[in-house]
């Protein structure tokens, strides 16, 4: 784009200015305007849909939880990969799973979140994973699944998993171990203390 005005010039000849560069220059700065205005506006539908992908998110979800849904839940986790809500409807799948005792079908869905980018669903996941195969006296799966994932503030719980997997194998010595560990890694004021130091006191 050209330079506006000259300093220097008379009135007579800045006015001629003005209006030559108007003329050449006018398009430019009706196109800017314009993509300017393009841009607002294509920012404020963007956040529009944004906004109807949570709803038709949630919506899905809540279908999902509140009737055992599957074609929900389907229609969730391919229209919204992505979302938080897909993750805690897997989640709510995988405990509907375990309540029936279909260990391997709650197992098939967690495992599509250990790896997933939220930590927290991810830690969550790997534990409940750990504590299924707890369950289905797949002690060594479920010490090696503890293993493949730090768990943050999470290391009470997984060190009480431990303790707990341990005492079922008939490996007393390191139950101990993992329940002192737990108790040094649970807050003081946690209720959990209590639990962890009865089972460390029925061992002794």
Partial sequence: MKNFI?????EDEQAQQIKKWLKDNGLQIVVGIALGLGGIWGLGAYKTYQQQQSIEARSLYLNT???DNLTAFEALSTNHADSGYTQQAILML???AVNK???DTALQHLSTLVDA???LIAIVA???MASIQFEMGKFKEALNTLDQKAPGEFNGLYSQLRGDIYVADNQIEKAKEHY???LSQISRDSELQ??????LADLN
């Fill in 65 to 67: 939880t509140s009737t």
């Fill in 117 to 119: 980018d939220n930590d």
């Fill in 194 to 199: 209590s639990l962890i130091s009865i089972k």
């Fill in 126 to 128: 790997n534990m409940r």
């Fill in 101 to 103: 005792q279909d260990y």
């Fill in 6 to 10: 000259e300093v220097g010039k008379t």
């Fill in 94 to 96: 995988a405990k509907t």
């Fill in 180 to 182: 002192k560990l737990a």
